[in-house]
């Protein structure tokens, strides 16, 4: 079973500051697919990052992805007010197997 | 573009049968390359998924509600459904259907989500 685990549990940083997010999988079987989303109050998520580097359509390049095998990392440069969210990472692995991290909480100060 | 929709009852008692059903709207639901899913996320709590279909009929869950969980699909309706036996007060949520892309690990696009609370 994948278990991700996602720190912190809360960032809060000002306006033009940059977030990093960190995701880390353990257990499971091989990673396959690592995809980031943003979820504001009261809305679904929304896919920001997939294939762990590579931005959604319409996503702005502040946001990018990286990492591989276990450790992966959403940053976001330059905040601006409406990235204040919670935001999962997703895994996929070969079993077909799928975890959702608990979320990391960005608020813009 | 592809949009989806749930509908079902906002209320179940417990020890029923939570019935859910995702209209699929903007495309086919017969692709290959898409799974068709179903994700809860408890109040202020995080996401979970519950299981996922292809549209020939093969299914996954969640090991944690693999006895409780059943997704089906219909073609003809371009819908897929959930049905979760025997809840309880822990599986008050609010429930998401997602198309998941498989080949490319994403979730999109998502339903605006419906939220089921158990109550006698």
């Known amino acids: 079973e994948i278990v991700l685990t996602q720190s912190p549990g809360t960032l809060s940083l000002s306006p033009g500051e940059r977030a990093t997010l960190s995701c880390r999988a353990s257990g499971g079987g091989k990673s396959r697919y690592l995809a980031w989303y943003q979820q504001k109050p009261g809305q679904a998520p929304r896919l920001l990052i997939y294939?762990?580097?590579t931005r959604a359509t319409g996503i702005p390049d502040r946001f990018s992805g990286s990492g591989s095998g276990t450790d992966f990392t959403l940053t976001i440069n330059g905040l601006e007010p409406e990235d204040s969210a919670v935001y999962y990472c997703?895994?996929?692995?070969?079993?077909?197997?799928?975890?959702f991290g608990q979320g990391t909480r960005v608020e813009i100060k | 573009q592809v949009q989806l929709q749930e509908s079902g009852p906002g209320l179940v008692k417990p020890s029923q049968t939570l019935s859910l059903t995702c209209s699929v709207s903007g495309g086919s639901i017969s692709r290959d390359g898409y799974y068709w899913t179903w994700i809860r996320q408890h109040p202020e709590r995080g996401l979970e998924w519950i299981g996922y279909i292809h549209y020939r009929g093969s299914a996954y869950y969640n090991p944690s509600l693999r006895s409780r969980a059943a997704i089906s699909v219909d073609t003809s309706k371009n819908q897929f459904s959930l049905n979760l036996i025997s809840v309880t007060a822990a599986d008050t949520a609010m429930y998401y259907c997602?198309?998941?892309?498989?080949?490319?690990?994403?979730?999109?696009?998502w339903g605006q989500g419906t939220l089921v609370t158990v109550s006698s």
């Open positions: 294939g762990a580097s």
């Open positions: 997602a198309r998941y892309g498989d080949g490319l690990g994403w979730f999109d696009p």
């Open positions: 997703h895994l996929s692995n070969d079993n077909p197997s799928w975890a």
